[in-house]
């Protein structure tokens, strides 16, 4: 719906309306059909063919937290595309990924993107971390009905706590339901593999640079055993994103950084190709 | 019983206009001026809560007088339709020509509806441009009328003295320090001619920087780097990109940088020690080129006075 509508050309009463500085609620009030949870579903059977995003990862270091992505959607048991981003930056302090619905996701993350920087221009003021986290949560709460019906969206939302100091991992579930990881985290299709990747390789003392390597090993692993997690693509130059969010703000990393750590990890790999290896007591 | 006089209308709306414009006229100045690298606001505000200059979205800013909860009645409102049209249909499509026009026939049907008090506010609305001749300046009057300006402009109180003021010293491809500086200077002369000193307290001061590597190009400049641009030799400054709108503190220079490189100057010549300098020299001869299409339709359209 157009803004500047009725005879006049006027701004609607809704726009000069004090009240919420939340955009879904103002989108609510004044443009509900706009609101990516309030359109009506059409009744299927079964599951609706679309692209899924799969593994996200996410791991705390000293100073920040990483969180990475491959780069695969599959249809089915097509790969609907093969350099997909799932991973964005949600504001100047914090990053949300995304495995599920591709299409759902992208349209998620950007009004997720738009009610944060509605905020703080309303308001003069950051959320803080957890308000960002809970306002997340009422989003994919409110693509309930969508989730249903096989068209879910599970994102990992990670971001630095300007009060706290330090950087913080939420993980959700198709409800909504949030809780905060410590350490390390994973969702999506081969979120089990790279979970258990992590628990080997993660540790609290991680450097940045050793972090973003860890994480790439835990995609790199999710994609030997889960065929809709896509591995890193050195013929193709596709490599996983990886962001890395500190008090200086989100940061991807380049082609150049990227390149770099995923050939050292496919370097050793071709040694070792289940990766580095743990002890054993 | 007595029977209702007959007041013209000529005379009702000489009479809203006036009242409107006084209103207006009890309030400090904002000054408007466009820089090399952008559009500099500056207010004589010494609230630090209750803001006369605010980002509107990526390329656009709003700057009032006059009553405090009608402009920021005006400026949420703003920043709703921005915020729905760049949702709607794309960030790009969402101009300050557009977001003017909103503005005016909001003005125009309240000042002309005998059912509502005119607002006492003029507004500012700008969106700064690719390069200095992109830049637009719209000012906004209590009555809805729109006019274009270019270079500079003030509103409120003593604008008409302000702006000739500023008329004939303004010129193009002033630095910030420079247009700061100016701006200071005119807002600090008084009705009857005589002069007040501002100190950055005082002041509100934000600038459009289309050099920033950021999308979103409004930013504050608060406190340290306020004071340092103020005092500092004009000539030598360059713009740090520290984050102090959030913290509004001004211990973050180092991580301002930080965040530059990493918005895509990696494959660019590695040249660490004279980076600041360096990259807003780059910047600036970046958008020499883009000189060129500036003859955008839409454009001209819009500097057409109403």
Known sequence: ?281 | MSTPFYVSPQQAMADRAEYARKGIARGRSVVVLQYTDGIVFVAENPSRALHKVSEIYDRIAFAAVGKYNEFENLRIGGVRYADLRGYTYHREDVTARGLANVYAQTLGTIFSSNAEKPYEVELIVAEVGAGPEDDQIYRLPHDGSIVDEHGSVAVGGNSDQIGTYLDQRHRDGMTLGEALKLAVESLSRDNNGGERSLTAEQLEVAVLDRTRPQQRKFKRILGSQLTRLLEGDATTETVTDEEADASGGASGDASGDASDDASGDADETQTAPAKPAGKTKAAAAKDEPKDGPKDDPDASAGSKKK
């Open chain 1, 1 to 281: 719906m157009e803004a500047n509508t009725r005879i006049t050309g006027r701004l609607p009463a809704a726009f000069l309306t004090p009240g919420s500085a939340s955009f879904m609620d103002f989108l609510g009030d004044h443009a509900p059909a706009l609101l990516p949870g309030n359109r009506p579903l059409p009744q299927v059977r079964g599951a609706i063919e679309a692209p899924h995003g799969t593994t996200i990862v996410a791991a705390t270091f000293p100073g920040g937290v990483i969180l990475a992505g491959d780069r695969r959607a599959t249809m089915g048991n097509v790969i609907a595309q093969r350099d997909i981003e799932k991973v964005f930056p949600a504001d100047e302090h914090s990053a949300v990924g995304i495995a599920g619905t591709a299409g759902l996701a992208v349209e998620m993350v950007k009004l997720f993107q738009l009610e944060l920087e509605h905020f703080e221009k309303v308001e003069g003021a950051q959320l803080s971390l957890e308000g960002k986290a809970n306002r997340l949560s009422t989003m994919i709460r409110g693509n309930l009905g969508m989730a249903m019906q096989g068209l879910a969206v599970v994102p990992l939302f990670t971001g630095w706590d300007v009060d706290r100091e330090k950087g913080r991992i939420f993980s959700y579930d198709v409800t909504g339901g949030r809780s905060e990881e410590y350490g390390f985290a994973a969702t999506g299709s081969g979120s089990v593999f790279a979970r258990s990747s992590l628990k080997k390789l993660y540790r609290e003392d991680l450097a940045e640079d050793q972090a973003a390597t860890a994480v790439v090993q835990a995609l790199y692993d999710a994609a030997d055993d889960d065929s809709a997690t896509g591995g890193p693509d050195l013929a193709r130059r596709i490599y996983p994103i990886v962001t890395v969010i500190t008090d200086e703000g989100v940061r991807r990393l380049t082609e150049p950084e990227m390149s770099e750590i995923v050939r050292a990890v496919h370097e050793r790999r071709l040694e070792q190709p289940d990766g580095p290896r743990a002890a054993i007591l």
